[in-house]
């Protein structure tokens, strides 16, 4: 690529036609063994942080606690999560990692590694920090993180 002036909107445009079909190879080979993207995405949360809230899993996942309901009912009914009561809530409870829960986001942590690895081996490491710095600096920018400008 040439190098000179290149605009936001050159930038944007590309961005968004790559990040589609990085997020499709991935979500494919995720799938593929059955732990989907977004439930390897909870566990991850929950695995992390938990035990915790579904309201809580819900801000983190910028979504309404009724998707967070229904995701976390597949997991406990696959027996990757369960539910029990909060102790400082009656109305509430807390979502933890089972075991087997556990050993799925082991596995599906290799085969995100593995596809990674196969995503981004065109970059060298030079591109792949250069890469790294620029998403740094988008993700700490406020229009980024949903506030106003």
């Given at each position: ?17 790559v ?16 732990l989907?993207l ?49 102790p ?28 990674f ?28 993180n949903?506030?106003?400008?």
């Amino acid at each position: 690529m040439a190098v000179g002036t290149i605009s936001a909107a050159e930038v944007g445009d590309r961005f968004f036609a790559v990040a589609p079909r990085i997020r499709k190879t991935l979500t494919a080979r995720m799938d593929a063994h059955g732990l989907s993207l977004p439930r390897t995405r909870a566990l991850e949360v929950i695995a992390g942080e938990g035990p915790i809230r579904l309201k809580y899993l819900a801000g983190r996942f910028d979504c309404t606690p009724a998707s967070v309901t229904d995701m976390v009912d597949g997991l406990e009914r696959d027996g990757l999560a369960q539910r029990r009561p909060d102790p400082s809530d009656r109305r509430a409870s807390l979502v933890t990692v089972t075991p087997a829960g556990q050993a799925a986001l082991d596995a599906a942590r290799v085969r995100m590694a593995g596809a990674f690895d196969a995503i981004f081996s065109v970059l060298d490491q030079e591109e792949r920090l250069v890469l790294l710095r620029a998403l740094d600096a988008l993700s700490a920018t406020s229009i980024v993180n949903g506030e106003p400008v």
